[in-house]
């Protein structure tokens, strides 16, 4: 193939662990089959890359922005990247929803601006101020696709980079993650075309439709938290006193979490048919609840902790809508 | 006198409450005009997400009222308020909503004097805390 035509490729993290780059590292050391298609121009992380190396006339056809924007770097870096970038995907639940770093728009203290006074300036890197607030990617510059996932599972997230840079050779046309994915974005690949703009790559449903547990009445007594001990009956974990969002949850996981025992945290944000996934929740868990008497269900409720915490771990800033705030762009 | 007039959602059962408002407004008992009434068919239909969406619109208070436990014309609907009731209020407390601006309520078909005075009094209550400001941090 004619090295022109390859397709430039960059990632970029902004706050966040680096769990996703590590992601995409580890797709079955997959990354380097990609070569005939893409050059990766710009990957920090990867390949030190700096902002130098990005001139005017580099170009950027894919970009995968992962991790929460936070400081003025990086939504600086974020508006860079979408004027240079053809697609711009939010990949992992920091960019997509705001993820475990938005969690900080809990507290009321402002964080100040950390000055430091460099002698050189140009020697001295200085520290970028803090925002007063976490954001999303989607709530500084529009996105083309999402990637969700704390950190995407690496099916889905191999589905999406085939889908966005080998286009019509992708192999994974026929790959068994894409006819899981809905059938307007399945289509699309399978005819080697880009999925419609906007597009989510996970499923349409919530987790309870790919979790492999069984679901029967559910009935709560009393709250677990997933280090104390319950027993492992295969039940729905609802059922059993363990706060999983689930039922809350955009499925594509598969649902693996839950079926190891772990209750669902929620990190592929809501699907589309829940307003709020706390309402979501409360309206769930409260449906269990057995008792007739306002008290004993005053008393249950005291034993839930940091409610908002919980059913908003991976989206408060963008979500919650109590908490979220429009779009700037 | 301030300016501010707080706006009031209220979620009102067909069979109680609303009957309950309908007559508080027949026999003439002197209500506050700061609500806005929404009929439902059972307070056991106020889903959490309706209640969430009222303060997100700009509502200053929620009122869901509901038949006497025992009294539902479904006969459970207002169990199931009361279920929800207490977690939901937690939910909007760590949200920044104060507790006094969610309010469930019994309100029986006949009882049209205590719709008055819970209006009254929720009214009271909310100028007194002033306007619902969420606490979204400035962008």
Redesign the interface.
Known sequence: MNRKSKKKFAVFAGTGCRACEKAILDIHYQVHSLSPWTDIVFWPYVLGSRWEDLDDDVGIDVCFFIGAIRTSEERKAARRLREKAGILVACGACAAYGGLPGLDNLSYAECGRVESEPEDSDLIPSVPSIESRVSSLSQIVAVDFVIPGCPPTQNLLWAAMQALICGPESLTKLSYTVARLPENISRAITAGILPPNGSVFAGEKAVCASCSRLKEEKKFKTVIRPYQKYEESGRCLLEQGLVCLGISTREGCGGICTAVGQPCRGCFGKPEGVYDPGAKMVSAISSTFESESAQEIETMVDAFEDLTGTFYRYTLPSQCSLMSKPQEE | MSAFEPKIITFLCNWCSYVAADAAGVSRFMQQTNVRVIRVFCSGMV???Y???A??GGADGVLVGGCF?GDCHYISGN??A???A???A??LN????EKERFRLEWIAASDSALYARVVNEMCDTIRRLGPFT??????
Do not use: T
């Open positions: 889903d959490p997400s209640v969430i969406k303060f997100d436990p169990i199931k009361m279920r929800r207490p977690l939901l937690k939910l760590e949200l920044g909503v969420m606490r979204r941090k400035a962008g």
